[in-house]
Every structure is written in C-alpha cells, then in structure tokens.
C-alpha cells in the first residue's frame, strides 16, 4: 500500500521545519558568541599579554572643575546652610498649607452643592404638587364626562321614546 501525502501531512512537515529554523535562529546568535568567547579564552592563555599599566590622573570632581558655584548667590548659600529637619519642618507646613487649602476648597464645594441640591428638592417638590393638582383636576374632569354622557345617553333614550329617530 503506497502512502500518499496528505495536505495534513505536508502543513506538519512545513510546522517542523519552521520550527526548527525558528529555534535555530533564536539559538544560533548565542551558541556562536558564546563558543567564540572560548575559542578566544584559549587563545588568550596561550599569547597571554602582559596586564596593561595605565597611567591615567583620577576624575575631576565638580568642586575642582568649579569651586565656587553658587557662592555667590546668598540665597543659595543660606539653603545649603539649612538643618536637615529645618528642610523637613519647612516641607511639613507647606504640607499643611496644601492640605488646609485644599480642605477649604472642599468645604465650599460641598457647601454650594448643598445649596443647589436644596434648589433643585423646592423644584422637584414644586412639580410634584403641580402634578398632583393636575391629576386631581383630570379625575375630577373625567367623574363630571362620565355623568354627562349618563345624562346625554338618558335624554337621548326618552327623545327616542318620543319618536325622535336621531342624526
């Protein structure tokens, strides 16, 4: 029995090979430096160069490159003189400066929603009674329609009995 391909069996072939092309791409870069790198260690050992002696002056400091920033500016300087816990206290009450105006702020914006909540509960309380008129009015309207179509209809029955014959 010959086995034929099957698209199934080609989509598989196709899977794999991407698969493995894909691990080896990712991989490769890797595998290479890093077996480079010991191919390189071995060679080094093997020439090993003597270790480099640098003569080289330390790195200037930013007070050396300029020594007198800032020193002329007195309100800087009396910054730079602070305490520690002075900065800290200073930073606290503008804190509390922050916090007190804000909490003010808060205050006046409740209050003045307060006060629009009030208008707009009289508003709704005006619209309520106005309804409640209007519907007492309609039921009133409709009790007076149904006595007179009662009224109408009881005329209209003694007119026939008098021989009127209608419209």
């Keep these: ?12 072939l196709c899977l794999v090979k ?19 790198k010991t191919t390189l260690k071995l060679t080094d050992s093997k020439s090993s ?27 800087l300087k009396q910054e730079m003189e602070k305490q520690f816990v002075d900065i800290l206290m200073e930073e606290l009450k503008l804190q509390e400066a922050v916090a007190d105006e804000h909490s003010r702020h808060v205050n006046i914006t409740f209050g003045e929603a307060k006060r629009v909540a009030s208008q707009y509960q009289k508003e709704a309380e005006k ?23 009662k009224v109408t209809t009881s005329w209209e029955q003694r007119a026939r009995q008098m021989g009127w014959e209608g419209e």
Excluded: H, K, Q
């Excluded at 991407?18 to 480079?36: D, E, K, Q, T």
């Excluded at 209007?134 to 009790?143: D, I, L, N, P, V």
């Design 127 to 149: 619209c309520i009674s106005a309804t409640e008129t209007c519907e007492e009015a309609r039921e009133r309207a409709e009790a007076l329609l149904i006595r007179e179509r």
């Design 18 to 36: 991407f698969a493995v092309v894909s691990a080896i791409a990712v991989c490769g870069p890797a595998l290479y430096w890093r077996f480079n």
């Design 1 to 12: 029995m010959s086995r034929r391909s099957s698209p199934g069996t080609c989509l598989r």
């Design 49 to 75: 160069c003597p270790p480099c002696n640098c003569d080289c002056p330390p790195p200037l400091s930013l007070l050396n490159v300029a020594p007198d920033c800032g020193s002329n500016d007195p309100d």
